[in-house]
């Protein structure tokens, strides 16, 4: 069914039209947003109903589809490629969202369902997210806060930041840093070419880590119970660390140590930067 916006739509000037409506849910429910330019922010409340706001040309239209399993939204020029759209939408926490764009800034604010997002020239930044949180951008920065589950993070020419981590963790990006902070996790999978690795949290027994960099550093802080059979790869960096252990030569500069009994194996690998194992507490990007 194709929702008939006449009676939302408010135009509040020639040029800019303000589309707002609300839409009662049922639980299981999903929201779906493309848009071609501007910004999607959604954020959360107690109530089984979507409140859709958005600013527009008159150039574009809001299109709304209500079906069975989910609300879809999309901007549409009523000649050639739509203008921006700016979209402010209030959802049930409980609702998973699908977001995408290509000039679009996205951001989710208190999220306990899936969040997948992916934008082409626009940064994403969600706190919340349980489940499945799956962000890329091309050409924008990409950060999350306090989610759990599975978590994919993918950028090109930015950076990435998770804090407050719990579940499965990858992230890669290009050209940027990856900084994880506050990480519970079973599982970390971090690669860059041009950037600097940060990984701050905890070590579980029978995990398993990789952080590898081209051009940039590697860093980690580790508790001084760390359990965890450790391999460094370097061809012109460096290597230093806070826990003293016996280092296996693999050939090369490549070597071998284990911290504790080894329960956990970690993959440090820095082609022509330093690798670096701290104490939990200090700066992981910090030369002694």
């Known amino acids: 069914m194709i929702l008939n916006l006449a009676a939302v739509l408010l135009v509040t000037s020639s040029f800019t039209v303000h589309t707002d409506t609300t839409l009662a849910v049922k639980t299981g ?5 493309n848009n071609f330019g501007g910004e999607i922010a959604i954020s959360t409340w107690g109530k089984n109903a979507v409140h859709i706001e958005a600013e527009h040309s008159f150039r574009t239209e809001v299109g709304i589809e209500t079906t069975e399993g989910a609300i879809k939204v999309e901007t549409r020029g009523r000649r050639g490629t739509p203008n921006a759209t700016d979209f402010k939408i209030v959802i049930p926490a409980w609702m998973g969202v699908k977001l995408s764009g290509l000039y679009t800034d996205v951001e989710v604010e208190g999220s306990q369902a899936d969040v997948r997002a992916e934008t082409v020239k626009g ?4 706190k919340g997210g349980r489940g499945y949180v799956s962000l890329h951008s091309v050409e924008g920065s990409v950060s999350v806060e306090g989610a759990q589950g599975k978590i994919e993070l993918e950028s090109v020419n930015e950076g990435i930041e998770a804090t407050d981590i719990e579940g499965e963790i990858s992230a890669e990006t290009v050209n940027g840093d990856v900084v994880l902070a506050g990480v519970k996790s079973p599982s970390v999978e971090v690669s860059t070419v041009n950037g600097n690795i940060c990984y701050q ?3 579980a027994k029978g995990g398993h880590y990789s952080f590898a960099t081209h051009n940039g550093d590697v860093g980690l802080t580790l508790p001084d119970d760390a359990s965890a059979s450790v391999s460094v790869s370097t061809f012109s960096g460096d290597f230093e660390s806070d826990f ?3 280092l296996a030569d693999t050939g090369g500069k490549r ?3 284990t911290l504790g009994s080894g329960d956990a194996e970690i993959a ?6 330093t690798v670096r194992l701290r104490r939990a507490g200090e700066k ?3 030369s002694r």
Do not use: M, N, T, Y
Not at 123 to 126: E, G, L, M, Q, T
Not at 268 to 273: H, M, P, Q, T
């Open 268 to 273: 440090l690998e820095s082609f022509e930067g």
């Open 201 to 203: 949290g905890e070590i």
């Open 255 to 257: 070597f071998s140590f």
């Open 123 to 126: 940064s994403i930044k969600v």
């Open 244 to 246: 003293k252990a016996k």
């Open 29 to 33: 429910v999903r929201l779906q947003v």
């Open 284 to 286: 992981c990007d910090e």
